[in-house]
Nanobody
Framework: QVQLVESGGGLVQAGGPLRLSCAAS????????MRWWRQAPGKQRELAAS???????NYADTVKGRFTISWGSAKNTMYLQMDNLKPEDTGIYYC?????????WGRGTQVTVSA
């Protein structure tokens, strides 16, 4: 079974950057859309950013201008570059990919932004 593994989370001061990675355990997944979701403590999971196989990107208003979503060269690796991080960006970040008939999720990586 294909697995998604996120990495790159950690503790960072406000204003600093982090780069999250999401690696799939297989190639040729025919991914249509890749998404990064996040869930802050006590809050519902929200969609932070998405990118399609045609490179159409969308961002939540709360991260627009600060986060950049992208594919890796092999398209079984995906990234979320997060700049100018704020304490309210703290949460667990999840990678999610949509195939034609399936949706895959990683287990998440913790991002903590200190004031």
């Amino acid at each position: 079974q294909v697995q998604l593994v996120e990495s790159g989370g950690g503790l960072v001061q406000a204003g600093g950057p982090l780069r999250l990675s999401c690696a799939a355990s297989a190639s040729n997944l025919n991914i249509r859309t890749m998404r990064w979701w996040r869930q802050a403590p006590g809050k519902q999971r929200e969609l932070a950013a998405s990118i399609t196989s045609a490179n159409v990107v969308n961002y939540a208003d709360t991260v627009k201008g600060r986060f950049t979503i992208s594919w890796g060269s092999a398209k079984n690796t995906m990234y979320l570059q997060m700049d100018n991080l704020k304490p309210e960006d703290t949460g667990i970040y999840y990678c999610n990919v949509l195939q034609k008939t399936a949706s895959l999720w990683g287990r998440g990586t913790q991002v903590t932004v200190s004031a």
